[in-house]
């Protein structure tokens, strides 16, 4: 497209065909993740097998994905719908660092407030998420999570608090435990 720049990531929901390369990019990007029980490829299988891929786009760069964000329904305290969760969000580590997680987090949050969603929440870097407006919020918990990665965004009037429930995929097990 005119004046579009050659390397600038397109932002687009995942398609059937997106499948693999949409494992391999969680594998390749949480590979080393100091935090990571490299299960997020898992993760983003158990919910779309389930139906429960509310929101799942892939960032393509010369017609190949690099990039990743699923979202899926949450629960946050007493509000059991219009939540979401975040996550995973994957590059594949050479194409880190390029804006690319950046543009599936704002094209991701369009989408929920297209579909009139309350809110988002993640647990993730807060120097990271805190420019698309997250923030921890006092009373927000995710079991077993330290409170200082527990971030949320108020799409709506209410702000994110209690205890977040999500998916049982999220608590999937390593495949070599």
């Not at 190949?64 to 949450?74: D, K, L, T």
């Not at 971030?151 to 998916?167: C, F, K, Q």
């Amino acid at each position: 497209m005119a004046g579009e720049h050659m390397n600038e990531p397109r932002i687009r929901p995942e398609t059937p065909r997106d499948v693999d390369a949409i494992r391999a990019i969680n594998v390749a990007a949480f590979a080393d993740h100091p935090v990571s029980r490299q299960t997020e490829h898992l993760i983003v299988d158990a919910l779309r097998e389930d139906g429960a891929l509310s929101v799942s786009l892939v960032a393509v760069r010369d017609d190949q994905p690099v990039g990743h964000i699923a979202f899926s329904a949450a629960a946050v305290g007493d509000a059991t719908d219009g939540w979401y969760v975040a996550g995973p969000v994957a590059v594949f580590p050479e194409a880190q660092r390029q804006g690319i997680g950046s543009a599936l987090v704002v094209s991701g949050l369009e989408h929920l407030r297209a579909r009139g969603a309350k809110g988002c929440v993640l647990v993730g870097d807060p120097g990271f998420y805190r420019r698309f407006g997250f923030d921890t919020h006092p009373g927000l918990v995710y079991p077993g999570v330290p409170d200082e990665v527990v971030l949320g965004l108020s799409l709506g009037d209410e702000a994110p608090r209690g205890e977040i429930a999500v998916h049982e995929a999220f608590g999937i097990q390593p495949e070599n435990e």
